[in-house]
């Protein structure tokens, strides 16, 4: 069974910088790409961020165009999101799902999601 874990999250103050970690384990072959999602508390869970591991591209959503950037250590399958120049609306629970696993020969491609970090950006 595949899991992912998060990690990296925190209390920051407006201005401030983190870097969240997402690292799958278990049998894992091909993750086709990595996402990460944002969740307001009362608000629904929009995506932030996503990479394509064949390509490498990322692409953001509008609010962290400038200030995120994310990249992957394929050997590791562990993805990060850097965030710099954080503002209060960027506080929620962040949560890294992995799109298109592949875990072995005969065995269709599957989605798993992680169980989230949490982000403050307060003063």
């Known amino acids: 069974q595949v899991q992912l874990v998060e990690s990296g999250g925190g209390l920051v103050q407006p201005g401030g910088s983190l870097r969240l970690s997402c690292t799958a384990s278990g049998t894992i072959f091909r993750i086709d790409a990595w996402n990460w999602y944002r969740q307001a508390p009362g608000k629904e869970r929009d995506l932030v961020a996503r990479?394509?591991?064949?390509?490498?591209?990322?692409n953001f959503a509008d609010s962290g165009k400038g200030r995120f950037t994310m990249s992957e250590n394929d050997a590791k399958n562990t993805v990060y999101l850097q965030m710099n120049n954080l503002k209060p609306e960027d506080t929620g629970t962040y949560y890294c799902k992995a799109n298109g696993v592949y875990e072995g020969w005969g065995k269709p491609t599957s989605d798993y999601w992680g169980r989230g970090t949490q982000v403050t950006v307060s003063s």
């Open positions: 990479l394509t591991t064949a390509d490498g591209l990322t």
